[in-house]
């Protein structure tokens, strides 16, 4: 159950926003939402929710409680009422029966007044388990063989909303022990995991991710997690660190997993010195899951439908990962130390086994997991 705070001195109007909020979080929490929008336009706020990676229309509040509503997330997430011309960004967090949800909450100016995007942070440490992100077995294998090596960097890619967070906190959590020191660089911390030490950078006050990583590397760090690796100084302190006994956890924004080597020759870092710290990457993408209540199957072939019921929204609830894992071989090193371009790179590691994205999403279709719509939708090749 939510429970908001009424304002200390609250109109009719005031408690009917509080009341229209409770209710409205309650029904998005329930759905399993990731993001709210709540958008201002001349005479309605329009209200949409993102549930498994779509937008979804929800019904309005009362036009006269627009304003009222912005201003009590706004106080919620302690930004400047007052301010309404600027971006502004907070946090809030609401009691929902005995655990809290925290909110990352974006305002933005627009014409007809301040839109709201609300992140809803619901990491519960018990979903943080590596055996639930859709890894094939060979792959999983792979990846906690990396995890546990002393030392080098382990990459996880992919575009925005690929579930890039999950899966390098899921490593986090497996990793997470009181023999080992864990420290992390973020922009910002999206997860609070006890036992591991999180650093916000603040690049306005020159705590960027370069000089927050230096810093570490004198606190005898085990692991280091690296929020993102945007450009080249960063990239280079990340390698560096990789090689002299730490072990790095970071992602970048690429295609697929071969195209992160490039990424980083492209950032500055020699190939040799690539070749030489990253132990393994791994490529991502969300696909939405068949609902097991009214998914049908295909006469004579493995290939399943959305149908949808009640339990769903039009034959699918849930998502799950699909996966590229590259790990870091003598060939794939003598390939980097070639000159070898990704398209050719990509054609030896196919020939050598390695999945692509649309090859382990269709053995997730073969089994009824997903649809082969969605794995065409979501991968390139």
Same mark, same amino acid.
């Given at each position: 159950?939510?429970?908001?705070?009424?304002?200390?001195?609250a109109t009719d109007q005031d408690?009917?926003?509080?009341?229209?909020?409770?209710?409205?979080?309650?029904?998005?929490?329930?759905?399993?939402?990731?993001?709210?929008?709540?958008?201002?336009?001349?005479?309605?706020?329009?209200?949409?929710?993102?549930?498994?990676?779509?937008?979804?229309?929800?019904?309005?509040?009362?036009?006269?409680?627009?304003?009222?509503?912005?201003?009590?997330?706004?106080?919620?997430?302690?930004?400047?009422?007052?301010?309404?011309?600027?971006?502004?960004?907070?946090?809030?967090?609401?009691?929902?029966?005995?655990?809290?949800?925290?909110?990352?909450?974006?305002?933005?100016?627009?014409?007809?007044?301040?839109?709201?995007?609300?992140?809803?942070?619901?990491?519960?440490?018990?979903?943080?388990?590596?055996?639930?992100?859709?890894?094939?077995?060979?792959?999983?294998?792979?990846?906690?063989?990396?995890?546990?090596?002393?030392?080098g960097m382990v990459l996880i890619?992919?575009?925005?909303?690929?579930?890039?967070?999950?899966?390098?906190?899921?490593?986090?959590?497996?990793?997470?022990?009181?023999?080992?020191?864990?420290?992390?660089?973020?922009?910002?911390?999206?997860?609070?995991?006890?036992?591991?030490?999180?650093?916000?950078?603040?690049?306005?006050?020159?705590?960027?991710?370069?000089?927050?990583?230096?810093?570490?590397?004198?606190?005898?760090?085990?692991?280091?997690?690296?929020?993102?690796?945007?450009?080249?100084?960063?990239?280079?302190?990340?390698?560096?660190?990789?090689?002299?006994?730490? @072990?790095?956890?970071?992602?970048?924004?690429?295609? +697929?997993?071969? =195209?992160?080597?490039? #990424? $980083?020759? /492209?950032? %500055? !870092?020699?190939?040799?010195?690539?070749?030489?710290?990253?132990?393994?990457?791994?490529?991502?993408?969300?696909?939405?899951?068949?609902?097991?209540?009214?998914?049908?199957?295909?006469?004579?072939?493995?290939?399943?439908?959305?149908?949808?019921?009640?339990?769903?929204?039009?034959?699918?609830?849930?998502?799950?990962?699909?996966?590229?894992?590259?790990?870091?071989?003598?060939? @794939?090193?003598?390939?980097?130390?070639?000159?070898? +371009?990704?398209? =050719?790179?990509?054609? #030896? $590691?196919? /020939?050598? %086994? !390695?999945?692509?994205?649309?090859?382990?999403?269709?053995?997730?279709?073969?089994?009824?997991?997903?649809?082969?719509?969605?794995?065409?939708?979501?991968?390139?090749?």
């Amino acid at each position: 159950m939510v429970s908001l705070p009424y304002p200390s001195s609250a109109t009719d109007q005031d408690q009917q926003a509080v009341d229209w909020l409770t209710h409205f979080f309650a029904s998005a929490l329930a759905d399993g939402a990731s993001d709210i929008h709540l958008e201002p336009f001349e005479n309605v706020l329009r209200v949409r929710v993102r549930v498994d990676g779509h937008l979804q229309e929800r019904p309005s509040p009362h036009a006269q409680l627009k304003d009222r509503i912005i201003s009590r997330i706004k106080v919620l997430s302690r930004m400047d009422i007052s301010e309404k011309r600027l971006p502004q960004d907070g946090r809030l967090r609401i009691p929902v029966n005995t655990s809290p949800i925290d909110m990352r909450v974006s305002c933005l100016p627009t014409v007809h007044g301040e839109k709201i995007v609300l992140r809803i942070q619901n990491f519960l440490s018990q979903q943080l388990n590596l055996n639930d992100l859709g890894f094939e077995p060979q792959q999983l294998d792979d990846l906690l063989t990396a995890l546990h090596r002393p030392n080098g960097m382990v990459l996880i890619t992919g575009p925005t909303g690929s579930g890039k967070t999950m899966t390098l906190y899921s490593c986090l959590h497996h990793l997470n022990s009181a023999k080992i020191n864990i420290s992390t660089v973020e922009d910002p911390c999206e997860i609070v995991l006890p036992g591991i030490n999180q650093i916000n950078v603040n690049e306005k006050s020159g705590l960027g991710f370069a000089q927050t990583l230096r810093a570490l590397l004198r606190q005898d760090p085990d692991v280091v997690m690296v929020g993102e690796i945007r450009d080249s100084e960063t990239a280079d302190v990340a390698a560096k660190a990789a090689q002299t006994g730490h @072990l790095v956890l970071s992602t970048l924004h690429t295609n +697929d997993a071969p =195209s992160a080597l490039t #990424r $980083l020759c /492209q950032l %500055g !870092v020699a190939d040799f010195n690539v070749a030489s710290s990253v132990v393994l990457i791994c490529a991502q993408r969300l696909v939405r899951k068949l609902c097991p209540h009214c998914k049908c199957k295909a006469p004579h072939e493995n290939r399943y439908t959305p149908v949808g019921c009640a339990y769903c929204v039009n034959g699918y609830k849930g998502r799950v990962g699909i996966h590229q894992v590259l790990a870091m071989t003598p060939e @794939l090193q003598s390939m980097m130390q070639s000159g070898l +371009d990704t398209l =050719s790179m990509t054609h #030896r $590691l196919q /020939q050598n %086994g !390695v999945l692509t994205l649309r090859e382990a999403g269709l053995l997730k279709a073969c089994a009824g997991i997903t649809s082969h719509e969605e794995v065409w939708a979501a991968t390139s090749s």
